[in-house]
């Protein structure tokens, strides 16, 4: 008793520890009351932060020329940013200064680690305990993740992005100061940016012709390429690498994801190959050593991360046919990646082998997938298709000056948020770049979540129709 009237004693002559004590506990029953529905929130954190970063790009110090930007142009670039897209209609080298490229880095960060997983590591400098709530806000951003091991999942994501970008900066950094001869300051900058921008695979470059530069360049282009792939794979797949010590003991989604990502891969590198090597503005003209290159880089850069070695604009139509497949189908689960992800097209192509072979489970890997995991795949894809066509239909409505087939083009890659482009954003008008901004955000907080939170929660339902079959085909 005595030392517990002595602590009370210390709090009344040093009240400040006391305002610090409600303080802390103030703020951690409001973040939990923040988090305490994450499917709405998730799309509101990115919305808010979106419209931060506009502003921010909007200002003087942000450009080169001192005199500011459009709201819609600066909005588009920060939602291009934040949902690590790489899509721009201004040339990014040359419209923004210093401080608005650096806006755009922190805003790509930002949208790669998780803007809920950014907002925690705040949030817990002030608070001691992680309350359900964010935990849960956590894993809804990130799918694949249950609430449980939100806390020392969200240490291995964020100690892995920030190693694994430091080493492709350094890397980077040397290449381009000792191999290239750029300025200390240049070089340094250069290989953080591009780090930066490739580990979450955003595509936004320093260039005016992004990597065109380096199409021949191994040692500039393949740890780009590590990066893209590190950040676009999914830290899902990461963790069971990590502790489950074993190729057979790797979760079914791992091994899905893992076979799947490479397939498409060398699958997309071989095509790329064939159906540029005799097209003299993007591979026609280079050397074997080149054209491998280049089909290696453009089968991962298509895959959402948005940068290009090559004129896209000059693909064949058949490359961009396959350019387009690879950008809808983008990368792993809970990663940095866009798309509809590689291990929900692989449970569709599952779903469709089982009906084919007349068999009532959906199998892999001697597991057997489940109902909800087979509905939700195929929720997904159907959902995201019928957005990327009604929403590219009315994207080349839109824009008369622009052909249909760049226009589906660029919602497809600002769906997916991949970055790629045939040199037409800027040619939209402002009800064009709006719909492709709307397209960007959607693509990042994805179909369900975002129209779950518009919907409100349903009723329980005690009771069911009776079945009655229809005619399928």
Known sequence: MAGKGKVLAEQQHHPEHLVERLAVSTLDRLVNLLFARPVQIVPLLFFLVSLLGAFALSLPSATESGQGT??????????????????STLDVPNHWSGSGELIILILIQLGGLGIMSASVLIVALFSRTMGFGIRRGLAAENSGITPGNVRPLLKIIVAFTFTFEAIVALWLFGWLLLGHGQPLADAAWNGLF???????????????????????????LTPIMAAVVAGGIGYPVYRDLWTQRGWRRISLHGRLTLYGYAFLLVAGALLFITLEWENGATMGNMEPHAHILNGLFQSVTARTAGFNAVNIGELSDQSLMLTSILMFIGGGSAGTAGGVKVATVVVILLIIWSEIRGKPDVEAFGRRIGEHNQRRAISVVALAAVLVLGLGYL????????????????????????GLSTGVTAQFTDSGKYLLIFLMFVGRVGPITLFAALASRGKPVFYHYPKEEVLIG
């Open 70 to 87: 459009p709201f819609v142009d600066a909005w588009f670039t920060a939602i291009s940013a934040l949902c690590v897209t790489g899509l």
């Open 194 to 220: 591009h780090a930066i921008s490739a580990f979450n695979n955003a595509g936004f470059a320093l260039w005016s012709d992004n990597l065109m530069g380096f199409q021949s360049d191994w040692l500039f």
């Open 395 to 418: 994207l080349v409505a839109l824009s008369p000056q622009i052909s249909p087939r760049d226009a589906m083009f660029e919602a497809v890659s600002a769906f997916a948020t991949v």
